[in-house]
């Protein structure tokens, strides 16, 4: 019966699963495969994927068909952010408008936004930049939470 068929990912969780894909991939384009950052990624993209499903056919609840992947956010951005450096962030969002680098996801921070590490660490000038930048508020992490949440 269809009651009985497994339900598909939310989009944000298949955002996670390309977020980490995309960092795991980088650090092997870069030849880190021993670094303790690699064998972290590895082990919540595992734990994404069990989540996700091995057999995902690619399907996931209310699919948008405009869906890009998800920008991922580097982690000396993520690091400028807890330092409050807000020129670092805004250059780096300004150096590529095509992406929507205002909504980057970090692949070492469970997913967060850039949006929600500023929130976390109450920098109120950096949220206010952002959300001038389009970033999405109503972003959602694999495990369901979101900025409102934090």
């Not at 807000?86 to 969002?93: A, K, N, Q, T, Y």
């Not at 997913?111 to 929130?119: E, S």
């Amino acid at each position: 019966p269809i009651c009985r068929a497994r339900i598909p990912p939310s989009n944000e969780m298949v955002k996670t699963l390309r977020a980490y894909r995309a960092k795991k991939q980088q650090l092997e384009d870069n030849n880190d495969t021993s670094s303790e950052d690699y064998h972290v990624v590895c082990g919540y993209l595992k734990e994404v994927e069990r989540g996700v499903g091995a057999d995902w056919d690619g399907v996931t609840v209310l699919q948008d068909n405009d869906a890009k992947p998800a920008v991922v956010l580097p982690d000396y951005i993520a690091e400028a952010i807890a330092r409050g450096k807000i020129r670092s962030v805004l250059r780096w969002i300004n150096a590529d408008r095509t992406e929507d680098r205002a909504s980057a996801v970090s692949a070492e921070m469970m997913g967060l936004t850039a949006l929600m590490l500023a929130n976390l660490e109450s920098n109120l000038t950096l949220m206010t930049l952002l959300l001038q930048l389009g970033a999405d508020v109503n972003y959602r992490v694999s495990l369901g939470y979101s900025l409102i949440d934090l």
